[in-house]
């Protein structure tokens, strides 16, 4: 395990690295600088001023290796356009990101389960033609119209849901205000999970309760309850468990949309921000910790794969 | 014991209903080793699939005939019923070791499962019954064993994981469905003797289903041969191998190899292959391979009949089985050249 770990740890060191040089160098390169987004009337002295205040004339190589020098000691630097840290910034917007994809996840993966088992169950029947029609629907519909629809629904026609913000915070935090704020943003950034987890949810229990252990297990005298939560699903769970290791990245980005349509004031309008203020610092400190937030999920999903089939126990 | 008549079982395939296995009557006493042979397709999987009545999770259905397990009729059966003889009256191990354990459970998580559906056990004890049978079926360090995964043993140490499981309630008949063709030779030989030792110590009866007539001869006392969904012919051991009454059986036997043959001399086999479930022919569904056969054999489906102590399904049974005593009446039947 120890071993596994180490190995982790050195891939996603060089997975960081090349992460960093090439979102650098891109938006480095990029026409259009900090000086782009000045307002229209400033002379080129003050753009020339700008560029040296913020060390632009350095050449790029010279900027990236400053650069990592500091992020190694934790400095991810100063955003251009708020002089605040960097990492202050993403400290105070990442937790409702995590907020909304925690809750998307849990969401995703306990209806996709259920939804994938009844539509393998009741495969050719009405239940299971529901199922994947709306799972179909749910993929092709892009998230931003479909988040417009909903707040249209439940917020100006019904009145059900407020239509944006993080709810209460702090003092005056409340459970039902929070879960309700949740309730779309969630409901929204599951369609870009939610149906890939029920159609291989599906496809893999079709597969598993034709497996002669299954038999085997009714040759016992099981139950049938028990043939097919304990002895398929658990089966069926174990490449559902890496679909969502996949899938983590796909929610992040699928997260920025949300968050835009929302108002929810996490990483990804954050990261619309830095992008609009050509923030350079603000954008590279938050492909870092969005790159260091996929590699952990992914290796949490590794672990807990590790722990559901013996047959990989001991890969390390 | 168990009474099977006039079994009829199907699937549901693409081109309409097919009759897997079609009118199939036997019967096993208690103690009794009763082994069914035949080809691959001839039905005999699917026979001791609808004794399990599990059959039905699989596509399959019992059409009619009826299956008595101690008075009981099975075929009438719920499935919340049956589950409480499968395991406990009846049980069965598969021909596919391999696959046939569940891979994220331990064997001894397996084995314990199968012990406490039938009898109200606390897990510790029932796991030290299951080190119990483990020691019984023959596997070195039971103990370690409970602890591992399928995947950490091989083939033949998780046939003997599946008798231990299928043992676990002391059942009163075993099923075996082929339960060494997946095995090399040498481990063949040890389930084998493994299975006469269960069958001579734990006092029930065994069903071991085969398409190797070799193994048949070692430990069965009776002998049912199956061609394409039908009982061809049901005889004691001793009486088959003495002298087959069907033509069929006489062909199954003459391709066992023999120690005796020559080098290079060629092993009889039997021309030709078991007929496709959606193409059975008219009539005996042996005819088309079978040199004895005459024209009724092509129309009339025969009936198996008693002949002696034995059940046999032959137009021409007498003549058969006077040729063989006789070899000079074989010669000289008009009859061979028809085919």
Request: charged share 20%.
């Amino acid at each position: 395990m120890i071993r596994f770990l180490l190995n982790r740890f050195g891939q996603s060191i060089i997975l960081l690295f090349i992460v960093t040089v090439i979102t650098f160098f891109l938006i480095n390169l990029a026409p259009g600088g900090p000086t782009g987004v000045m307002r229209m009337d400033a002379s080129p002295d003050e753009r020339q001023a700008v560029i040296e205040r913020l060390g632009l004339d350095q050449p790029v190589i010279v900027r990236y290796f400053e650069w990592v020098g500091n992020a190694v000691t934790g400095d991810l630097g100063t955003s251009f356009n708020s002089s605040e840290a960097v990492v202050e910034r993403i400290a105070e917007r990442l937790p409702y990101t995590m907020e909304l994809t925690v809750f998307t996840i849990i969401f995703s993966v306990i209806a996709g389960i259920i939804l994938g088992v009844i539509s393998a169950l009741k495969r050719g029947k009405a239940a299971d033609h529901v199922i994947n029609f709306s799972s179909v629907i749910g993929l092709s519909v892009p998230s931003f119209w479909l988040g417009l629809m909903l707040i249209l629904l439940f917020s100006v026609e019904l009145g059900w849901l407020p239509s944006s913000g993080v709810g209460p915070r702090g003092a005056d935090f409340d459970f039902g205000g929070w879960m309700a704020h949740l309730a779309m943003p969630v409901l929204i950034l599951s369609t870009t999970v939610l149906p890939n987890i029920v159609r291989f949810t599906r496809s893999s229990m079709l597969e598993v309760i034709s497996q002669n252990y299954i038999r085997t297990a009714r040759s016992k005298g099981a139950k049938e309850f028990v043939v097919l939560y304990v002895h398929a699903l658990r089966n069926a769970m174990i490449p559902i468990i890496s679909i969502i290791g996949v899938l983590i990245p796909r929610l992040l980005s699928g997260a920025v949309i949300t968050e835009a349509i929302f108002g929810w004031t996490g990483i990804g309008t954050l990261i619309i921000e830095a992008a609009n203020g050509r923030d350079y610092p603000l954008i590279m400190g938050i492909t870092v910790v969005i790159t260091l937030v996929v590699i952990i999920s992914n290796l949490l999903v590794d672990i807990i794969y590790s722990q559901v089939d013996p047959r990989v126990k001991n890969m390390a | 014991m168990l009474k099977v008549e006039g079994l009829v079982t199907g699937y549901q395939g693409k081109d309409g209903f097919v009759r897997a296995v079609d009118g199939v009557s036997f019967d096993i006493e208690k103690g009794e080793t009763v082994c069914i042979v035949g080809e691959s397709g001839s039905g005999k999987s699917v026979t001791s699939m609808s004794v399990m009545r599990l059959v039905e999770f699989e596509n399959g259905e019992i059409i009619s005939g009826s299956i008595e397990y101690m008075g009981e009729e099975l075929t009438t059966k719920t499935n919340e019923e049956m589950r409480k003889i499968r395991g406990a009256e009846i049980s069965m191990i598969f021909q596919e070791p391999l696959t046939a354990l569940n891979p994220v459970f331990t064997i001894g998580q397996q084995i314990v499962e199968a012990i406490r559906y039938h009898e109200p056990l606390k897990k510790k004890e029932a796991m030290d019954k299951a080190e119990d049978l483990l020691t019984l079926v023959g596997l070195s360090e039971p103990k370690t064993r409970l602890k591992q995964y399928p995947h950490e043993l091989s083939g033949g140490m998780r046939q003997r994981v599946m008798i231990a499981i299928a043992l676990a309630s002391k059942p009163k008949l075993l099923i075996a469905d082929e339960p060494t063709t997946a095995l090399d030779v040498t481990i063949e030989a040890q389930i084998l003797e493994l299975l006469r030792k269960l069958r001579n110590e734990e006092d029930m009866s065994i069903m071991l289903i085969t398409h190797d007539i070799g193994v048949a001869a070692e430990l069965s006392h009776r002998i049912i041969i199956m061609y394409a969904g039908k009982v061809m012919e049901i005889a004691e051991t001793s009486d088959l191998f003495e002298l087959p009454h069907h033509p069929y059986t006489k062909g199954l036997l003459e391709s066992i190899p023999k120690m005796s043959g020559a080098r290079g001399e060629l092993l009889p086999t039997i021309e030709g292959t078991i007929p496709g479930v959606n193409q059975m022919p008219e009539g005996c569904r042996f005819a088309p391979r079978c040199s004895f056969a005459t024209e009724k054999c092509h129309q009339e489906e025969p009936p198996l009949q008693k002949v002696g102590r034995r059940d046999v399904a032959c137009w021409h049974v007498e003549e058969f089985t006077a040729s063989q005593v006789d070899p000079f009446h074989r010669k000289e039947d008009p009859v061979e050249s028809n085919s």
